[in-house]
């Protein structure tokens, strides 16, 4: 909520700084004057983007700037973005170039120009007590299972499956009902999962189920970057660590479970010339 | 003896000061407090805490160089606010007090604008309306996050010090003005060399609060995307992925929030008696 009201007072603020916006220069020409190459990334959300005990910015998307970078022959600079402020710093020039575990949506297009392909998915799924041994969605009927206050798919599942969702406030909470067995799992971004996995706390569950409701990410540049030199640079870029599987690699690296979405453009990509 | 009670209409010996202002104000007790309640939420966090990870005092000693970096630069902004605060507030509140009709309206208006506009309001303005860089002469030089949040941090502080001098000339008696008219010192000369340095004074206690309440209020750049030190609580908690840590981690921060304003507080008590007017 509190991230919400932020993004409404952003935008605000915005739309009254923008007749001071200043001409945009062709960025990709910028960053090689410049010698630097400025990604916005996450800083809280481990394993996409995390501080090491050093303050410096470490993860999967961290690692994917630094060889945007490295391809342009450019020094790299991360700047730590939230959700609320990622598309305005875009906007204001801030920053060259978003990889900030931000979903495709159509609203966002109009704003910043989300580079296609995208590159990642995440998806809902659920994190199951071993007890339960989940094979399959059906499998939920009318158990109770943890979720999250407002997350979207709450609904989609209960009515679906018809899994009785127990809603929390905070992960803290779900967790905690979760551990002491209120519920026979959680059902939450899969990609959250992920970092739990390794976890020995949670060395009695597990994610069996075939991820649902899947919800690319996308890389962004500046919406008037997108069709320019910059933006398909970008394209491109993608295109190709997606066909060397570059981005399989960093999936591991992090210790990400694999997603079908990383292997399913693999294989398409592979194909192409 | 007993005092025997009387009937009689007897007033009081009136006393300047005395306990009942020091109960507000931040004593050892509060500290020792926290520390207790630190040390307490580390304990409970530690037998919450799966066997086999580490232990809570050993982890928030890891990311200790970290967040200390990050309160260097909660200081640092909390430094320069205040600077140009007071170098911007000063004139501010002498503009209030000018015998020109246009000069201390205009003054009024902006010592009221900011010293009303709710912090984070001017905070967002400022990260937002200022350019991430400005070319001067061709040359370019960035203003980064951190630098526009200071200025808008300075803002509410300005216009502070604004009221801090008005209240100050204003609270010399007047009989200061007259005997200097008598000696034919002129406005301007009797503002430097007789009101003003009786102000510097009386100012110095409030003006070391204003800069209490400015430090404890620069975590609010986090809100903005600085990355001080509350910001880099809030990344360390996400790196560790341990909810138990959460209470401990943030308490420790405050603890040094208070370490560092105590000492100010203290001098302000002081500062206060000394140059209280009897």
Redo the contacts between chains.
Sequence with gaps: MLNRV?AV??AA??S??FA?A?VAAQTLEKIKQRGVLVVGVK????PFG??????AIVGFEPDMAADVAKKLGVKLELE???SS?RM??LQ???IDLMIATMNDKPDRRKVVGIIDPLYYASGVNVLGNKKAALKNWEQLKGQKVCGIQGAWYNKPVAEKYGADIVAFKG??EA??ALLQGNCIGWVYDDTAFA??LA???WKDFEMTLPTILEEPWGMAVKLEEREGEWGKFMSKFIADEHKSGRFIELEKKWKIPASAFLKKMHEEYKGKS | MRVAQTDLPVLRPFRIGGGEREKWRLSARHGVFLAAAFVLSAGVAQAQSAPSAPAILATIWKWTPLLAEGFALNIAMSFLAMAIGTVAGVPLGLGQISLRRPVRDTSWVVTQFFRNSPWLVLLFYCMLLMPFEISIAGTTVSLPGWLKSTIGLSLPVMANVSELVRGAVRSIPYGQWEAAEAMAFSRSQTLRMVILPQCVKRMTPPWMNLYAILTVATPLTSVVGVSEAMTLTGDILSSEGRTELLVPMYLYLLLAFFLYCYPIARATVALERRFQVR
Excluded: C, H, M, W
């Excluded at chain 1, 995390?50 to 303050?55: L, M, T, V, Y």
């Design positions: 932020i007072i952003y603020a915005l009254a700084a001071a200043p800083a809280d959300y481990k995390f501080r090491d005990p050093s303050g730590p973005v939230v402020n305005q710093f204001q020039g801030k992960q803290t967790e905690t970092e739990r976890d020995p706390k």
